[in-house]
């Protein structure tokens, strides 16, 4: 049982995810999807699905958050333009079936009761804190910044939710654009 199994399971369970929601996605599903061998699964994770749904939204938010710090954009508009463009990609390649894994385990997911909501609250936080944080160094006042990061990072996943009841990418293309109409004059110029 290598370590490969593992990434292609948590990969698998990421991708299974995002198109069915947790409560959908069993754990032979994953082991379908990613041909690892059956006894690996409580292997690798020992606590079962919600720690293969954890590592999948941990594996999810790193690749975010790498995407987002790739390429900084010196103007808020092309921070707001990175961070759309990799959901609106998400969409397209899915045709418009595939969603957030993060946002379908929040809404699988028992909302008082502590473990996966917990790690769910701190990817969201992670990813409007980086976007304030570049937001802020693109010359937005703090304030701004976080309130900007925060709807951005709502409309987009609301935007995922109605991609996939629509099945394209309309919905995502009215909430970016209403997003950009956030930003002060002359902070939506493109860099």
């Given at each position: 049982m290598t370590k490969d199994s593992r990434a292609s399971m948590v990969r698998s369970a990421a991708s299974l995810i995002r198109t069915r929601g947790v409560s959908a996605t069993s754990l032979s599903d994953v082991l379908a999807d990613s041909g690892a061998p059956r006894g690996s699964i409580y292997h690798h994770f020992p606590k079962g699905k919600e720690q293969l749904a954890a590592d999948a939204i941990l594996w999810t938010s790193e690749r975010v958050l790498a995407?987002?710090?790739?390429?900084?954009?010196?103007?808020?508009?092309?921070?707001?333009?990175?961070?759309?463009?990799?959901?609106?990609?998400?969409?397209?390649?899915?045709?418009g079936k595939a969603g957030c894994v993060v946002a379908g385990v929040a809404i699988d997911t028992v909302?008082?009761?502590p473990g996966l909501i917990d790690v769910v609250r701190a990817?969201?936080?992670?990813?409007?804190?980086?976007l304030a944080e570049q937001l802020q160094a693109a010359g937005l006042?703090?304030?701004r910044a976080s309130a900007i990061a925060t709807a951005t990072l709502a409309g987009m996943e609301g935007a995922?939710?109605?991609?996939?009841?629509?099945?394209?990418?309309?919905p995502l293309e009215t909430v970016a654009a209403e997003l950009m109409r956030l930003l002060?004059?002359?902070a939506a110029a493109t860099a």
């Open positions: 995407h987002q710090r790739a390429n900084p954009a010196t103007t808020a508009s092309g921070v707001l333009e990175r961070f759309i463009g990799m959901w609106r990609q998400t969409v397209i390649v899915s045709g909302a008082g009761e990817t969201f936080r992670s990813w409007a804190d980086l006042p703090a304030d995922l939710i109605l991609c996939r009841a629509e099945g394209n990418s309309g002060p004059p002359g």
